[in-house]
């Protein structure tokens, strides 16, 4: 059984930033694309940066320049580093991760239950 797990929300003034974590918890042979989407209130989600099994990163024009997305393959961790934050960038932000369970399964995407980011001052 695989399980994503988001953390590090929170509430931050106008301006500045959080660095949300991201893992996946039990079977987890190898983890390939991660991805955080963000949903404001009341909106459809949407991605905001993806990061390939080698590095690779893609980003919403959005967030260009304010937000970064990494991994640690060792630590099968992805990470999203939230900069220069704005109240609009209020709402639930999640990660999905390809996962290999275990050598010779498929990879499976996973989502989390997501983390709250509110900016406000």
């Known amino acids: 059984q695989v399980q994503v797990v988001e953390s590090g929300g929170g509430l931050v003034q106008p301006g500045g930033s959080l660095r949300l974590s991201c893992t996946a918890s039990?079977?987890?042979?190898?983890?390939?694309?991660g991805a955080w989407h963000y949903q404001a209130p009341g909106k459809q989600r949407m991605v905001v940066a993806t990061i390939t099994s080698i590095g690779s990163t893609n980003y919403a024009e959005s967030v260009k320049g304010r937000f970064t997305i990494s991994r640690d393959n060792a630590e099968k961790m992805v990470y999203l580093q939230l900069n220069n934050l704005q109240p609009e960038d209020t709402g639930i932000y999640y990660c999905?991760?390809?996962?290999?369970?275990?050598?010779?399964?498929?990879?499976?995407?996973?989502w989390g239950l997501g983390t709250q980011v509110t900016v406000s001052s």
């Open positions: 039990g079977e987890r042979s190898s983890i390939g694309t």
């Open positions: 999905s991760l390809s996962v290999r369970p275990r050598l010779g399964a498929p990879y499976r995407d996973y």
